[in-house]
Each structure stands twice: as structure tokens, then as C-alpha cells.
């Protein structure tokens, strides 16, 4: 299934900016971050959260302000749960000899599509921000009162959660509680600010062009 995302009005071909869901959530990591959304510090990991936050908020849209700060408040709900299990993850990648750190964790959480277009039947239905766990569309609402949008996504079947601009910084209780233990099914952080190693020229072949470097975590 695909979800447009990042567009006001659908243009006629839906899939000029969307993203494929299937059975498996749809994680921060879950693909990469454009290339020109990638920090230059790429081993940073305060930039890396910056250049994302910033990524997300660009797709909200002019004069979204609420939008922006679910985005920031987001984030900072995800940091509180890795704070609130430091010890625990920390335990799990004692293997690693330190090549992993419990904030890594992060990129696991669920990816937030910002004005997001949920289809169903024939026909698509906005949201200010669609999240995809795995088995459904989840619509987060940000709105002080139930609107007619709201209405269309609950008649649909849609799972519609109506965040006051006031409990944005409770998001810990108003999400669904599948959202909370994202690093559980995770063995090893990922990244999502990676780039694909292009294949080798073939054997013979003049001008080998530059290897990528894959930026992982």
C-alpha cells in the first residue's frame, strides 16, 4: 500500500511523493533520509536528530505550526522512553564493545508521514500526520475540537487520535501503547542516514566511479 505524504492536495499521479507499507512498521530507519537532509557530520548524533526533526517539519507544510510541534514533541517522547530504559539497552550492547550507544535506539521508533493521505476504497483521506505500525493507518489530529476530517477517518475505520495542542508535551498518554516499545523487536540500532554502495564497475571498465560510503549509526 502506499501513503502520500507531505502534500496538501493530492496531484494526479499519487505516488510522485509516498512511501510503500506493508506487514512490517514503518520505522524511523526504515528507509533512508534524502541526501540533502544528511548532516555533514554524519557521525553526530545530535546533528543527525536535528537534520531529521527539521527534515519532518519541512513536509508540515506553510503555517503549520501545530504540525511542527507535534514533530518536536515527538522526538522528544521518544528520548524520554530510551532515557526511561537507559540501563536496559545499555546492558544489550555491552557486546558491541561500544560501538553502539542506547540514543541509537532512536531511529526504531515509529516515522511520522506529515500531512499524510490514507487511502481507502477509491478514494485518499488526509491527516495532519499518518503513522503505519505494521497492520494499520494511525491518524494523529491536532486540533482543540472533532472536525468533519475527523469524522471521515473514524466513518472510514481509521484509528484517529485527536491531540489537544495542550497535551502535546503528554504524548506518553495519548498514543497507542503499541508506539512505546519500539526497541524490543530492534537487535541493533540502524540508521537511516545511509547511503547505498553502488555495485562495482565491470571487470575491464574504464573510470571507476566513487564508492558511496554507507553512514551507519
Same mark, same amino acid.
Given at each position: 500500500?502506499?501513503?502520500?505524504?507531505?502534500?496538501?492536495?493530492?496531484?494526479?499521479?499519487?505516488?510522485?511523493?509516498?512511501?510503500?507499507?506493508g506487514d512490517e512498521p514503518l520505522r524511523l530507519n526504515s528507509?533512508?533520509?534524502?541526501?540533502?537532509?544528511?548532516?555533514?557530520?554524519? /557521525?553526530?548524533?545530535?546533528?543527525?536528530?536535528?537534520?531529521?526533526?527539521?527534515?519532518?517539519? /519541512?513536509?508540515? /507544510?506553510?503555517?503549520?505550526?501545530?504540525?511542527?510541534?507535534?514533530?518536536?514533541?515527538?522526538?522528544?517522547?521518544?528520548?524520554?522512553?530510551?532515557?526511561?530504559?537507559?540501563?536496559?539497552?545499555?546492558?544489550?550492547?555491552?557486546?558491541?564493545?561500544?560501538?553502539?550507544?542506547?540514543?541509537?535506539?532512536?531511529?526504531?521508533?515509529?516515522?511520522?508521514?506529515?500531512?499524510?493521505?490514507?487511502?481507502?476504497?477509491?478514494?485518499?483521506?488526509?491527516?495532519?500526520?499518518?503513522?503505519?505500525?505494521?497492520?494499520?493507518?494511525?491518524?494523529?489530529?491536532?486540533?482543540?475540537?472533532?472536525?468533519?476530517?475527523?469524522?471521515?477517518?473514524?466513518?472510514?475505520?481509521?484509528?484517529?487520535?485527536?491531540?489537544?495542542?495542550?497535551?502535546? /508535551?503528554?504524548?506518553?498518554?495519548?498514543?497507542?501503547?503499541?508506539?512505546?516499545?519500539?526497541?524490543?523487536?530492534?537487535?541493533?540500532?540502524?540508521?537511516?542516514?545511509?547511503?547505498?554502495?553502488?555495485?562495482?564497475?565491470?571487470?575491464?571498465?574504464?573510470?571507476?566511479?566513487?564508492?558511496?560510503?554507507?553512514?551507519?549509526?
Amino acid at each position: 500500500m502506499r501513503i502520500p505524504f507531505g502534500l496538501d492536495r493530492l496531484p494526479r499521479d499519487p505516488g510522485v511523493r509516498c512511501v510503500e507499507v506493508g506487514d512490517e512498521p514503518l520505522r524511523l530507519n526504515s528507509e533512508p533520509v534524502p541526501a540533502d537532509a544528511m548532516p555533514l557530520a554524519t /557521525g553526530d548524533h545530535a546533528a543527525r536528530v536535528a537534520a531529521a526533526i527539521a527534515w519532518l517539519e /519541512g513536509l508540515c /507544510g506553510d503555517y503549520a505550526p501545530l504540525r511542527r510541534q507535534f514533530i518536536a514533541a515527538y522526538f522528544c517522547f521518544i528520548e524520554a522512553e530510551i532515557e526511561a530504559r537507559c540501563g536496559e539497552l545499555a546492558e544489550r550492547l555491552k557486546p558491541y564493545d561500544g560501538l553502539f550507544a542506547p540514543e541509537d535506539f532512536l531511529w526504531s521508533a515509529l516515522r511520522p508521514l506529515p500531512r499524510g493521505w490514507i487511502p481507502v476504497d477509491d478514494r485518499w483521506l488526509p491527516a495532519d500526520v499518518v503513522f503505519w505500525d505494521g497492520e494499520r493507518a494511525i491518524a494523529i489530529e491536532i486540533a482543540t475540537r472533532e472536525t468533519d476530517r475527523q469524522k471521515a477517518l473514524r466513518t472510514a475505520g481509521i484509528d484517529v487520535r485527536r491531540i489537544e495542542p495542550g497535551m502535546l /508535551g503528554r504524548l506518553h498518554d495519548v498514543l497507542p501503547p503499541n508506539f512505546l516499545p519500539f526497541f524490543e523487536c530492534q537487535t541493533l540500532p540502524s540508521s537511516p542516514f545511509r547511503r547505498p554502495i553502488p555495485s562495482p564497475p565491470p571487470r575491464g571498465g574504464e573510470g571507476q566511479g566513487e564508492v558511496g560510503v554507507r553512514a551507519g549509526v
